[in-house]
């Protein structure tokens, strides 16, 4: 049973930084691509940023040249580093799972950007 986990969620004050953590277990960690998402309150949840097992990444217009996302395969483990925080990324972010016929997520970890 694949079960992934975020952490490193909390308070940033605005041009902080954070770095999110999800680890999977249960699962050949290094096939499958990632993606980080994001939900804010009163709003459809949107992608943020993604890396291929190959280590291509891609990311949102809005999080382009502030977030860097990156895996270490050997800690079936994803980050996500958050620079320059500003107070509409204050979301919950979950961590996906994709590839070979799964779609697996996360419970999420709250980000709360604010002075």
């Known amino acids: 049973q694949v079960q992934l986990g975020e952490s490193g969620g909390g308070l940033a004050q605005p041009g902080g930084s954070l770095r999110l953590s999800c680890t999977a277990s249960?699962?050949?960690?290094?096939?499958?691509?990632i993606r980080w998402s994001r939900q804010a309150p009163g709003k459809q949840r949107e992608w943020v940023a993604s890396?291929?097992?190959?280590?291509?990444?891609n990311y949102a217009d809005s999080v382009k040249d502030r977030f860097t996302i990156s895996r270490d395969n050997a800690k079936n483990t994803v980050y996500l580093q958050m620079n320059s925080l500003k107070p509409e990324d204050t979301a919950v972010y979950y961590c996906?799972?994709?590839?070979?016929?799964?779609?697996?997520w996360g419970q999420g970890t709250q980000v709360t950007v604010s002075s």
């Open positions: 996906n799972l994709r590839g070979f016929g799964r779609d697996s």
């Open positions: 249960g699962i050949s960690f290094s096939i499958y691509e």
């Open positions: 890396i291929s097992r190959g280590g291509s990444t």
